[in-house]
């Protein structure tokens, strides 16, 4: 049995239940269980790897990590946001990197975001997480700091 995976918060802001989120997708738990984030607007906001590992994929608006060797953890930065096209986002890591959980991988600015009408809302994903192997470790409508605990992934 793999030790508890401690997923750090990848931005500052609001946690919210996963339920939500206002896309089907992530509210529904399709891709795996998690927390969202709705970030801060102060500025240009550095997105952070919430663990340790290996960049398997890694888009402008969305990365995952694999820690491990076996579990996935999926950032999305905001909703619909795959439609800008990269777009006010800057990478500062390549797929098939290697990560410490704090270290910068992309930079972009939620409400910038949000004047363009998508919600900036950042889901945190255990991909493939079997129902009840997290754990939030911040109640919703709290809020967090980059960096620190967000969620344990038995």
Same mark, same amino acid.
């Given at each position: 049995?793999?030790?508890? /995976?401690?997923? /750090?918060?990848?931005? !500052?802001?609001?946690? %919210?239940?996963?339920?939500?989120?206002?896309?089907?997708? $992530?509210?529904?738990?399709? =891709?795996?269980?998690?927390?969202?984030?709705?970030? *801060?607007?102060?500025?240009?906001?550095?997105?952070?790897?919430? &663990?340790?590992?290996?960049?398997?994929?890694?888009?402008?608006?969305? $990365?995952?990590?694999?820690? @491990?060797?076996?579990?996935?953890?999926? &950032?999305?930065?905001? #909703? @619909?946001?795959? %439609?800008?096209?990269?777009?006010? $986002?800057? #990478?500062?890591?390549?797929?098939? @990197? !290697? &990560?410490?959980?704090?270290?910068? =991988?992309? *930079?972009?600015?939620?409400?910038?975001?949000?004047?363009?009408?998508?919600?900036?809302?950042?889901?945190?994903?255990?991909?493939?997480?079997?129902?009840?192997?997290? =754990?939030? /470790?911040? +109640?919703?409508?709290?809020?967090?700091?980059?960096? +620190?605990? /967000?969620?344990?992934?038995?």
């Amino acid at each position: 049995m793999p030790l508890p /995976l401690i997923v /750090l918060a990848p931005v !500052t802001g609001t946690v %919210q239940a996963m339920a939500d989120v206002p896309d089907p997708v $992530f509210a529904g738990e399709i =891709v795996g269980p998690g927390l969202a984030i709705d970030p *801060s607007r102060e500025g240009v906001v550095e997105a952070i790897a919430p &663990v340790a590992g290996k960049i398997l994929k890694l888009h402008p608006h969305a $990365f995952v990590i694999v820690a @491990d060797g076996t579990r996935g953890v999926l &950032v999305h930065l905001g #909703l @619909d946001t795959v %439609q800008l096209d990269g777009a006010g $986002f800057t #990478l500062h890591v390549a797929e098939g @990197d !290697t &990560v410490a959980a704090g270290d910068v =991988v992309v *930079s972009w600015n939620p409400a910038e975001i949000e004047s363009g009408g998508r919600s900036p809302v950042c889901p945190i994903v255990a991909l493939e997480g079997k129902p009840g192997s997290v =754990v939030g /470790l911040v +109640e919703p409508g709290a809020d967090v700091r980059a960096g +620190e605990p /967000l969620l344990e992934w038995a």
